[in-house]
């Protein structure tokens, strides 16, 4: 776990089995970050995870995917959330390769934007410019 950020949807179906783990584990991981979905509002969604555990929140509602063959489509899920955290730290290794997975984690937390409930919104064009301004070690 030292080496891996991970980014878990809070799917309801899973909720009471992944989050009954993750519950006791998540503030000791510094390399894990629950995600919740919102709609386009920035509003929770009324099928994603609430609760102290889920500390970022990504759009999970009206989605624009690529489907096989290239359709584009909308679409909406707890699956898209994390999917879009998870690009966004790629994102942010990619500016600064040196990063670890508590910065990581670090600067997502840092530059949410805040949404109604006080829930935590993905920014990712500001986590990946925080990336950019965080020091390299030498």
Avoid: C
């Avoid at 991970?6 to 309801?12: I, K, M, S, T, Y």
């Avoid at 584990?25 to 609430?50: C, D, E, H, K, P």
């Amino acid at each position: 776990f030292d080496s891996m950020w991970r980014a878990f949807p809070a799917r309801p179906e899973v909720k009471q089995n992944l989050l009954a783990y993750l519950r006791e584990r998540v503030q000791q991981r510094t390399n894990l970050i629950v995600v919740g979905g919102t709609g386009s509002s920035g509003r929770a969604t009324s099928f994603t995870s609430y609760g102290r555990h889920v500390r970022l929140y990504a759009r999970a509602e009206g989605v624009t995917v690529r489907a096989p063959g290239g359709m584009v489509m909308k679409a909406s899920g707890t699956s898209f959330a994390s999917p879009l955290v998870a690009r966004a730290a790629a994102q942010m290794l990619a500016a600064n390769p040196a990063l670890k997975p508590a910065a990581l984690v670090q600067g997502l937390l840092q530059t949410a934007t805040p949404g109604e409930g006080g829930l935590q919104l993905l920014h990712a064009g500001d986590a990946v410019r925080w990336s950019q301004q965080t020091a390299r070690p030498k």
